[in-house]
């Protein structure tokens, strides 16, 4: 149930997301600003369920993924972009299970499974080759089980 409580001046909205980003759900749709809006996932990356669309820019999705990767939720489907992947893998590789596959590009899939191995599992066929199951296996040997039977070699498996 939306709160009929609202935030109607510049001044309290930034001292109120300021305090606590998740005030910004009080915050009168016509203040909220992509400044205010980075104001409330700095200090709350959860806020940004309530940024409004046409301020999920990348600069305040990628300010919320710093704090807390747990935001993948709210990121609107045309608000992907190769650096938002490259974020979101670079210290959780599995999560490149949620990355859109047009996303999921060499770079984004090299570091996903530099950091977790296991994220082999989740890399498109097309771009799986022997150095990117290497490196899977280095950091993960169970890494080996989703490599395609051509990359399973002797070298990997010792």
């Known amino acids: 149930m939306k709160s009929k409580f609202s935030i109607t001046d510049i001044e309290t909205a930034f001292k109120s997301v300021t305090l ?3 005030a910004l759900q009080f915050v009168s749709a016509a203040l909220c600003t992509e400044a205010l809006a980075l104001m409330a996932v700095e200090q709350n990356a959860h806020a940004l ?29 045309g608000g992907w972009s190769e650096t938002l992947a490259f974020k979101v893998v670079e210290s959780h590789g599995l999560d490149l299970k949620n990355v859109p596959v047009e ?6 899939v090299i570091k ?10 989740h890399v498109p066929k097309h771009l799986c080759n022997q150095s990117l199951v290497d490196i899977a296996v280095a950091d993960c040997r169970m890494a080996l089980h989703y490599a395609p039977p051509q990359f399973r070699t002797e070298e990997a498996a010792l």
């Open 20 to 22: 606590n980003g998740a």
């Open 103 to 108: 996303f999921r590009t060499e770079a984004v």
């Open 49 to 77: 369920k309530y940024v409004p669309a046409e301020h999920r820019t990348e600069a305040v999705l990628l300010k919320a993924l710093e704090s807390d990767v747990y935001v993948l939720p709210y990121i609107p489907d």
């Open 112 to 121: 996903a499974v530099q950091c977790n191995g296991l994220a082999l599992e």
